[in-house]
C-alpha cells in the first residue's frame, strides 16, 4: 500500500501548520538527539527517503554534503521544498519509497525522518538501502516509537474530568496495520516490535550503530508545559546503523 495523505488539500493545510513545518529542524522536538547520530557529512553523497519539506536536505548541504537526493511520494511536500530548501547540490524526486530505484554504493549516508512507519514492506526497504550504501556508509533513522503505535488510537486513556490516566499499549506483537488518526485525518500506519525493527536490521547485515529514545530537551519542557506528559512514555525510535 501506498497511501499519500499529504497530497490531500485539508490534510496538507494541518501539516504545514505544525511546528515542525513551520520552523524546520529548530521545531523538531527529537532533532537535538538525531543530528547527534548523524556521521561527518563533508564530501558524502546523501539520500533523504521521506523529505518533506527538505529541512534535512538543507542542512545536510549546509554541513558539508557533496549532494543530497530527497524523495518524496507529495508533489505538495516537494513543491514547498522546492521554494524553501531548493539549494545547490539537492535533488528532489518524487516516487514511492517502495518504488525507488539505484544503482548499488551510490551513497554515504541514506536518512528518513517519521517514514518508515508508513511502509509495509519494511524487510525489502532495509535490504534495498543496504544495496545503496557504500561499505561503510550508514542508515540513520528515526520512528514512531512501537510503545506509540500499538494499540493503534495513538491518544491517552482519560479519566471522567479529561485528565490523562496513561498511555495504552495493547496488541503489541500483533504487527501490521493501524488506522489511526493524525491532524484530523484517517490514515494508515504500520505497527512493528521493537525487536522487529533491530532484528531486520541485522538479518540485512547492518551492524547497529545506537538506538536512543529522545525526549524533550529542556527549553521545550519549559516553553511547553503540556510536554511534560511526552515523559510517560517514548514517542519515538532513533536508529543508527553501519554497512
Not at 522546492?82 to 548499488?104: F, H, K, S, T, V
Not at 533513522?141 to 485528565?163: I, K, L, M
Not at 488518526?181 to 525487536?195: C, D, M, N, P, S
Request: aromatic share 12%; net charge negative.
Amino acid at each position: 500500500m501506498k497511501e499519500n495523505k499529504y497530497d490531500d488539500p485539508a490534510f496538507f493545510q494541518q501539516y504545514s501548520k505544525m511546528n515542525r513545518s513551520q520552523k524546520g529542524l529548530e521545531g523538531a522536538g527529537e532533532w537535538y538527539v538525531l543530528r547527534t547520530m548523524l556521521p561527518d557529512l563533508r564530501e558524502k553523497a546523501v539520500l533523504d527517503l521521506g523529505c518533506g519539506f527538505g529541512w534535512h536536505c538543507r542542512y545536510f548541504m549546509e554541513n558539508g554534503a557533496k549532494s543530497v537526493v530527497g524523495v518524496d511520494i507529495s508533489d505538495r511536500m516537494l513543491e514547498k521544498a522546492g521554494q524553501i530548501n531548493n539549494i545547490e547540490g539537492i535533488q528532489y524526486e518524487r516516487i514511492a519509497l517502495e518504488d525507488a530505484m539505484y544503482p548499488a554504493e551510490s551513497f554515504d549516508l541514506v536518512f528518513s525522518s517519521l517514514t518508515f512507519h508508513y511502509i509495509q514492506s519494511f524487510d525489502k526497504l532495509i535490504h534495498n538501502i543496504y544495496s545503496w550504501l557504500r561499505p561503510g556508509g550508514m542508515l540513520v533513522f528515526s520512528v514512531e516509537h512501537p510503545v506509540f503505535t500499538a494499540e493503534g488510537t495513538q491518544d491517552w486513556a482519560y479519566d471522567e474530568s479529561g485528565e490523562k490516566l496513561h498511555w495504552p499499549v495493547d496488541n503489541y506483537f500483533d504487527e501490521g496495520k493501524r488506522d489511526t488518526v493524525f491532524l484530523g485525518e484517517q490514515i494508515t500506519k504500520y505497527h512493528r516490535t521493537y525487536a522487529t525493527y533491530i532484528n531486520t536490521l541485522i538479518n540485512a547485515q547492518f551492524k547497529i550503530v545506537e538506538v536512543k529514545e529522545p525526549m524533550p530537551d529542556e527549553q521545550m519542557l519549559n516553553d511547553i508545559p503540556e510536554m511534560k506528559d511526552e515523559l510517560r512514555r517514548p514517542m519515538m525510535l532513533l536508529v543508527s546503523a553501519q554497512k
